[in-house]
């Protein structure tokens, strides 16, 4: 064999091994799927792939993707977090009252929301370390009471009269691509930047996979899963910010249900409901699948009724496959 044929051939397996890797990562799976509902959805109606649908969908995207997101370090962890959707309602009310009623300016209020969904975190997650509280126990609580608060700050009723920023924030486009969705671009990149390139990141998976090893390993377990709480709630808390940028108005009855979504984004990205496994970018096309379903739906004009039963559908399915993968790693492991 010549010095050519020599350097091609080990040029070769290096060029083709993150291609393969690619096509054998748990992602391939979810992004094939949204690859083949976008083209069937664009075929079956036009309007689909449209600009102002791409945009909406966008909008959506960065609702739904960044709660994910936040759901998702919680999950990494071992935990569950169920608060998120009535955190998103307080939170966007929350900002309202502050910005129209207490008159704090709009940066100030919003940055205040941010605050008091890290402080919901918080507590979160000192329950959890601290107290021994199961977090669906802990989070099932603040599921209720955080939608309470909601309706008793507004006492049942829209505040409405936010400002301007607010608005800029729904409305502003970059190059024709929505602000909200260009905050949860930036959200994932970050995120992929902590979990898979830095030492505390890295430190949640282990978290994960077997707390008392990682304990024993040195890592301050408590800390790290109080942090992904933290994070949790400061995502909800965002998202409350945008649906109010969105509707112009805080509302007390939004994100019913928004929890499911956000697990169900996450679980279908990969990320296991065991702890230790998944990838950011297995979250990102979860909920670029979800948001298609929802939006090919609408377009079909599916019903509604019709729509919460695919979400089920397509839960229980995740939930199926996050099973049969963790037992086919026990196997493998034997």
Same mark, same amino acid.
């Given at each position: 064999?010549?010095?050519?044929?020599?350097?091609?051939?080990?040029?070769?397996?290096?060029?083709?091994?993150?291609?393969?890797?690619?096509?054998?990562?748990?992602?391939?799976?979810?992004?094939?799927?949204?690859?083949?509902?976008?083209?069937?959805?664009?075929?079956?109606?036009?309007?689909?792939?449209?600009?102002?649908?791409?945009?909406?969908?966008?909008?959506?995207?960065?609702?739904?993707?960044?709660?994910?997101?936040?759901?998702?370090?919680?999950?990494?962890?071992?935990?569950?977090?169920?608060?998120?959707?009535?955190?998103?309602?307080?939170?966007?009310?929350?900002?309202?009252?502050?910005?129209?009623?207490?008159?704090?300016?709009?940066?100030?209020?919003?940055?205040?929301?941010?605050?008091?969904?890290?402080?919901?975190?918080?507590?979160?997650?000192?329950?959890?370390?601290?107290?021994?509280?199961?977090?669906?126990?802990?989070?099932?609580?603040?599921?209720?009471?955080?939608?309470?608060?909601?309706?008793?700050? =507004?006492? &049942?009723? +829209?505040?409405?009269?936010? !400002?301007?920023?607010?608005?800029? #924030? $729904?409305?502003?486009? *970059?190059?024709? /691509?929505?602000?909200?969705?260009?905050?949860?671009?930036?959200?994932?990149?970050?995120?992929?930047?902590?979990?898979?390139?830095?030492?505390?990141?890295?430190?949640?998976?282990?978290?994960?996979?077997?707390?008392?090893?990682?304990?024993?390993?040195?890592?301050?377990?408590?800390?790290?899963?109080?942090?992904?709480?933290?994070?949790?709630?400061?995502?909800?808390?965002?998202?409350?910010?945008?649906?109010?940028?969105?509707? =112009?108005? &805080?509302? +007390?009855?939004?994100?019913? !249900?928004?929890?499911?979504?956000? #697990? $169900?984004?996450?679980? *279908?990205?990969? /990320?296991?409901?065991?702890?230790?496994?998944?990838?950011?970018?297995?979250?990102?096309?979860?909920?670029?699948?979800?948001?298609?379903?929802?939006?090919?739906?609408?377009?079909?004009?599916?019903?509604?009724?019709?729509?919460?039963?695919?979400?089920?559908?397509?839960?229980?399915?995740?939930?199926?496959?996050?099973?049969?993968?963790?037992?086919?790693?026990?196997?493998?492991?034997?």
């Amino acid at each position: 064999m010549t010095s050519v044929q020599t350097k091609a051939a080990v040029r070769e397996p290096t060029l083709e091994r993150p291609f393969r890797s690619f096509l054998h990562s748990k992602e391939i799976g979810v992004i094939g799927a949204v690859v083949a509902l976008f083209a069937v959805f664009a075929v079956s109606n036009g309007n689909f792939a449209s600009v102002s649908n791409l945009q909406t969908m966008g909008v959506d995207l960065a609702q739904y993707g960044l709660l994910a997101l936040g759901v998702s370090f919680v999950i990494i962890t071992g935990g569950i977090d169920l608060s998120v959707g009535s955190v998103v309602a307080l939170s966007g009310v929350w900002s309202a009252w502050l910005n129209v009623n207490a008159g704090l300016p709009d940066v100030v209020a919003i940055v205040v929301t941010l605050v008091t969904g890290a402080a919901i975190g918080l507590v979160h997650g000192l329950s959890v370390t601290l107290l021994g509280v199961p977090p669906f126990v802990t989070t099932l609580v603040t599921l209720v009471a955080a939608r309470g608060a909601a309706l008793a700050i =507004t006492q &049942g009723f +829209p505040i409405d009269g936010v !400002g301007d920023t607010f608005t800029s #924030i $729904a409305q502003y486009r *970059i190059a024709s /691509i929505p602000v909200p969705t260009l905050v949860f671009l930036v959200a994932c990149v970050a995120a992929w930047f902590f979990l898979e390139r830095t030492y505390q990141g890295r430190q949640l998976y282990a978290v994960g996979g077997n707390a008392e090893a990682a304990r024993l390993a040195g890592i301050r377990t408590q800390r790290r899963v109080v942090l992904a709480y933290v994070i949790s709630g400061v995502c909800a808390a965002a998202v409350g910010v945008l649906v109010t940028a969105r509707l =112009t108005v &805080g509302q +007390p009855s939004v994100a019913t !249900g928004w929890e499911l979504n956000a #697990i $169900a984004a996450a679980v *279908i990205g990969g /990320i296991s409901l065991s702890g230790g496994t998944g990838r950011v970018l297995g979250v990102a096309f979860g909920a670029v699948l979800l948001v298609c379903i929802n939006s090919g739906l609408v377009i079909l004009h599916v019903s509604p009724y019709y729509q919460q039963i695919v979400l089920g559908a397509v839960l229980a399915v995740a939930v199926v496959t996050d099973r049969l993968r963790a037992r086919r790693s026990e196997r493998s492991q034997r």
